[in-house]
């Protein structure tokens, strides 16, 4: 089956792991409909980007992940510019790294909010349409923290678990309907999220930049390599295809063993 003329929405697809997942969409003739913050100036030279590259079409939505309305408005969005929304890929997410005892409030709420919460909108919003059609893909980036822990990591590790448990009821509830819900659970992606938790991780283990690298983050994956944002997106494109029909509620690991130990 090819995937030209379908249409998605991928969350957090501004950059890293969700532009990965757009472009890989995009060279497979599905219309996208990216999400999230940055420069205005980057986000429309990637949207208009993916159109001349791919000669499909592309839009941007700016909604706020935090705000359950903005999230159906999300939707509504990619359903009048495409006429349907066909594949929902929950990608967005933020990090914050601290010992429980001092993890700010407003930080577990703002992490729960979109790594969570944020994909229950986004499906509750995209099913019925997916219902109308008779067909639908829905894709939920989780992580290697969606079956094990890590220290510091609390809130993270707690949406990532829910975002599983989430995936599972849903593909329960749609089985029938030809629409299929899976989780992608990358390990360590050398993306910005990534990134940026390196100087909270020196601060809470006392390590430096160097030993953070490759004593906490590689140390981690068997492999000593970190995922391509690239091998995400790929995994994505065959559970879109009609290949994968028949897996639904199902998590797929792509962290280089770590989590086979």
């Known amino acids: 089956m090819t995937l030209k003329g379908k249409n998605a929405v991928v969350t957090g697809s501004t950059s890293g792991i969700g532009l990965a997942y757009a472009k890989a969409l995009a060279a497979e003739g599905v219309n996208v409909l990216i999400n999230g913050f940055g420069d205005k100036d980057a986000i429309e030279a990637e949207r208009s980007g993916l159109e001349t590259t791919f000669g499909v079409k592309a839009v941007y939505s700016p ?31 933020i990090q914050y790294v601290s010992p ?50 890590s220290p510091f990591k609390s809130a993270y590790v707690t949406a990532k678990h829910g975002l599983l448990g989430l995936t599972k009821t849903v593909a329960l509830e749609v089985a ?29 283990r006392n390590l430096t930049r160097e030993q953070v690298m490759h004593d906490v983050l590689l140390e981690a994956q068997p492999t000593k390599e970190f995922v391509t944002s690239e091998e995400v997106a790929a995994i994505a494109v065959f559970l879109c295809s009609d290949a994968a029909a028949q897996i639904t509620g199902a998590n797929i690991s792509v962290d280089g063993g770590w989590t086979a130990a």
């Not at 819900?181 to 100087?199: D, F, H, M, R």
């Open 176 to 204: 029938t309907d030809k629409i299929t819900a899976n989780c992608i659970s990358p390990g360590y992606v050398w993306t910005p999220l990534v990134e940026k938790q390196i100087p909270d991780t020196m601060k809470a």
């Open 63 to 93: 909604a706020d992940m935090t705000k359950p309305a903005e999230i159906a408005g999300m939707i509504e969005t990619g359903t009048s510019a495409f006429g349907s929304v066909d594949i929902l890929i929950n990608n967005a997410g």
């Open 100 to 149: 429980v005892e001092e993890f700010p409030d407003d930080k577990w709420n703002q992490i729960i909010a979109i790594n969570l919460s944020s994909a229950f909108h986004a499906i509750k919003a995209a099913v019925p349409g997916m219902k109308k059609s008779g067909w639908g893909r829905i894709i939920s980036t989780a992580s290697a923290h969606s079956l094990v822990a």
